[in-house]
C-alpha cells in the first residue's frame, strides 16, 4: 500500500457521536483515529476519578465502540484513539469486554507511561505528552485498537504512519510530515471549514492563497449550504500519507463543508507558536510546508522539514484552584456608569467582612441609545469572587446580591441568583528529561514493550526573523475591518493565548507583514497591554502567529476571562479597523 488514509472523528470529549459511523461509511479508510483530551478534560477525568478510581477515560468512546466496532472490524479499519485519558489500561480492558460481549474478534492494546501525578504532589493530575512509537509498537505487533493516555495529537497520526512505513526515530522529515498532518486531522471539522474565518465565502476559489474570493458586498445567503460548501454539518478530515512524509488533506466524497488551502492554513496556525512546533519525536519547521490545491478538496502537504526533538518532554499538571461563583447585574436605560457604581459600593461593603481572596468587576455595554428592545437597552455588570475557601464565595456573595433586590438602582435584576460556588482548576507545564518517562506498549496478550526515549535530541532555539518583502508603495486607503483581507484562528496554551493571521495574495501579505507589528497587535488589542506579546512569521503560508502570555490566567479550567480559550480572540481581532489599501479592499 502505497498511500496510508487515516480520519479523525473526534476534535474534543464531546464532539459529534455519529463522526465515528460517517467515517467507517463514507470512504476508504486504514486508521480513524480520536482526540478526546484538552487540558481542561484532564481536570475533568481527574474529578471523575476522585469519584470512581476505575474511571479517567472517555466512556463516549465504549459507547462509539459498542455502535460501531464490528463495522470496523469487517472493514479492516484499525482504531487509534487518546480516549483512556488518566486510565488507558481500564478503558483497554473495557474495550476487550465489550468485544467479548458483542462477538467481534479484535485485538486491544494500549500505551502507558504518562502519568507523573506520583511526582507532582498537590496535582490532580501530571501526565507527561508522549509520542507516537508507543503507538506505532502496538499496531505492528497487529493491535486493531489501541488506546492512549496523555500523547500529543499528532501521535495519532505519526504512529501509525511509522508502523506502516517503516520509519525509525531518526527520519525526522518523513516524522515531521506526519506531525503536520496530524495537526491539521487533531480537531475535527476545523480543517472541513468549521470556525473558518471566511465561512460566508461562495466563492470555490475563495479559501485559497491565490484566490480573493467575495468580499462582504458580494456574498450570498445561500452561502452556507451552495453545492459542496455546505456547512451545516461538516465532514470529518482524512490525511493520505505517502511513504516520503508528505500528505493530502481530503474528506469523504459527498459530504459538508470543504477543504481548501485557507481551510488548511487556519487549522495549521491553531494554538501553535514559532516556526519549530516541538514534540517528543520530531520538531517540526512549520516554516518550511507547502501548502497546494490538489483538486476540489484536496490539498497538498509537503516540503516539510524535520529537526531531532528536544531533549525534555512536556509534563502537563492540573489542580484545584480554590472555589469560584458570580453574579451579572442587568443595568437598563439611562445612567449606566452610575447604576454600575452603586451596585458596586454596595457589593463592596457587603463583601468587607467576607473579603473574598479576588474580586473582579466587568462592564460590558452590551446596551445601545434609544433602543427597541429591552435586551438592548441593557448592559450586562459580572462580578466575579474567588477564594480557596468556598464559603467565602457561597453564601456571602449569593446573599448579598439577593438582599439588594429593592435597594439598589431602578430596575435592578440579575441573569441569575448565584450559587454555592463551584471549584476551578489550574493548568501548569513543567518537564521532564525524555529519558525520566518509561513509555511503555502493552499488547493484547500483555506482553510489555518498552518505548526508548530520542536518541539524539536538540535544545529548541528560536528561528530568526525571515526575510520579508518590501512594503506596498504608498497610496489610498481606508480605514476597514481587518478581517475584509486577512482571516484568523485563535485558541489557547495553559495561560496563552495565540492568534494565527493570514492573508490569501502576495500584495496582502507585503502590507500585513509591515503593518501587523506586535504593536500594532497590542493597539488593537488592548487587553494585551501590559504582556509579552510575540510574533512570529511564516511566509510560506503569509502568516503571522502571535502568542500572548498570560492572557488567560491559570488556563481555561480557572475561567479567568469572558473567553476563556480565546476562541473568539482572532474575529475580535479581524473586526477591528485600521488603514488598509483600497488595492486590497
Not at 487533531?186 to 484566490?211: D, M
Not at 502537504?301 to 509534563?315: N, S
Request: charged share 25%; glycine share 12%; proline share 7%.
Amino acid at each position: 500500500m502505497t498511500v496510508l488514509r487515516i480520519g479523525n472523528a473526534s476534535g474534543f470529549y464531546g464532539d459529534r457521536f455519529d463522526a465515528v459511523r460517517e467515517m467507517l461509511t463514507g470512504g476508504e479508510l486504514d486508521v480513524l483515529t480520536g482526540d478526546y483530551l484538552a487540558e481542561l478534560t484532564m481536570l475533568i477525568l481527574g474529578r471523575d476519578r476522585l469519584k470512581d478510581p476505575s474511571a479517567g477515560y472517555a466512556r463516549t468512546f465504549l459507547r462509539q465502540l459498542e455502535d460501531c466496532l464490528g463495522l470496523a472490524h469487517d472493514r479492516r479499519v484499525r482504531i487509534v484513539a487518546n480516549a483512556g485519558g488518566l486510565n488507558p489500561a481500564g478503558l483497554a480492558d473495557a474495550v476487550r469486554q465489550l468485544a467479548d460481549r458483542l462477538g467481534i474478534p479484535v485485538r486491544v492494546a494500549h500505551v502507558e507511561g504518562d502519568d507523573r501525578t506520583a511526582d507532582h504532589p498537590g496535582s490532580l493530575t501530571a501526565h507527561a505528552y508522549l509520542g507516537g512509537f508507543g503507538i506505532a509498537a502496538c499496531l505492528r505487533e497487529g493491535a486493531d485498537v489501541v488506546v492512549t493516555g496523555r500523547v500529543t495529537d499528532a501521535a495519532l497520526v505519526t504512529g501509525p504512519a511509522a508502523a506502516h512505513f517503516g520509519w525509525g526515530p531518526g527520519e525526522y522529515d518523513r516524522l515531521a510530515g506526519a506531525v503536520v498532518a496530524g495537526h491539521v486531522l487533531e480537531c475535527g471539522t476545523q480543517a472541513t471549514g468549521g470556525n473558518y474565518a471566511f465561512f460566508r465565502e461562495t466563492s470555490l476559489r475563495g479559501g485559497g492563497l491565490g484566490g480573493e474570493g467575495l468580499r462582504d458586498g458580494g456574498l450570498r445567503d445561500g452561502g452556507l449550504r451552495e453545492g459542496r460548501r455546505d456547512l451545516r454539518r461538516p465532514g470529518f478530515p482524512l490525511a493520505e500519507i505517502h511513504a516520503d512524509g508528505s500528505s493530502v488533506i481530503t474528506k469523504h466524497p459527498g459530504t459538508g463543508g470543504f477543504v481548501d488551502v485557507g481551510t488548511v492554513t487556519a487549522q495549521l496556525l491553531y494554538e501553535t507558536g514559532p516556526a519549530r512546533y516541538a514534540g517528543p519525536d520530531v520538531t517540526a519547521r512549520l516554516d518550511a510546508v507547502r501548502l497546494t490545491q490538489d483538486g476540489p478538496d484536496r490539498v497538498r502537504i509537503d516540503g516539510v522539514r524535520g529537526e531531532a526533538p528536544p531533549p525534555t518532554l512536556k509534563v502537563g499538571r492540573t489542580r484545584l484552584g480554590g472555589f469560584r461563583n458570580e453574579v451579572v447585574f442587568v443595568l437598563t436605560g439611562l445612567d449606566i456608569e452610575a447604576k454600575a457604581e452603586l451596585v458596586r459600593e454596595q457589593m463592596t461593603e457587603a463583601l468587607a467582612t467576607s473579603r473574598p481572596g479576588e474580586v473582579r468587576w466587568d462592564l460590558v455595554r452590551t446596551d445601545r441609545p434609544d433602543a427597541d428592545t429591552e435586551e438592548t437597552a441593557s448592559a450586562l455588570l459580572r462580578l466575579v469572587v474567588r477564594d480557596p475557601q468556598q464559603a467565602l464565595v457561597g453564601r456571602a456573595l449569593s446573599g448579598a446580591a439577593v438582599e439588594l433586590a429593592l435597594a439598589s438602582y431602578p430596575g435592578f435584576h440579575v441573569l441569575a441568583p448565584p450559587g454555592k460556588g463551584s471549584p476551578y482548576g489550574i493548568f501548569e507545564a513543567s518537564y521532564v528529561p525524555q529519558d525520566a518517562v518509561a513509555h511503555v506498549a502493552v499488547l493484547d496478550d500483555g506482553r510489555r514493550v518498552p518505548v526508548p526515549p530520542a536518541a539524539d535530541t536538540l535544545v529548541l532555539e528560536e528561528v530568526p526573523e525571515p526575510p520579508l518583502p518590501q512594503p506596498p508603495p504608498p497610496g489610498p486607503v481606508r480605514c476597514a475591518p481587518l478581517g475584509l483581507v486577512a482571516g484568523a484562528r485563535s485558541g489557547d496554551k495553559g495561560g496563552n493565548a495565540n492568534v494565527g493571521v493570514w492573508v490569501r495574495t502576495d500584495d496582502a501579505w507585503r502590507w500585513l507583514v509591515h503593518e501587523l507589528t506586535t504593536d500594532r497587535f497590542r493597539q488593537l488589542i488592548p487587553e494585551s497591554h501590559g504582556l509579552t506579546v510575540t510574533r512570529h512569521a511564516l511566509p510560506g503560508l503569509r502568516a503571522l502567529n502571535f502568542v500572548v502570555e498570560g492572557l488567560l490566567g491559570d488556563g481555561v479550567a480557572a475561567q479567568h476571562r469572558f473567553d476563556p480559550q480565546a476562541k473568539a480572540l482572532g474575529e475580535w481581532l479581524r473586526s477591528r479597523h485600521l488603514d488598509i489599501p483600497e488595492a486590497l479592499l
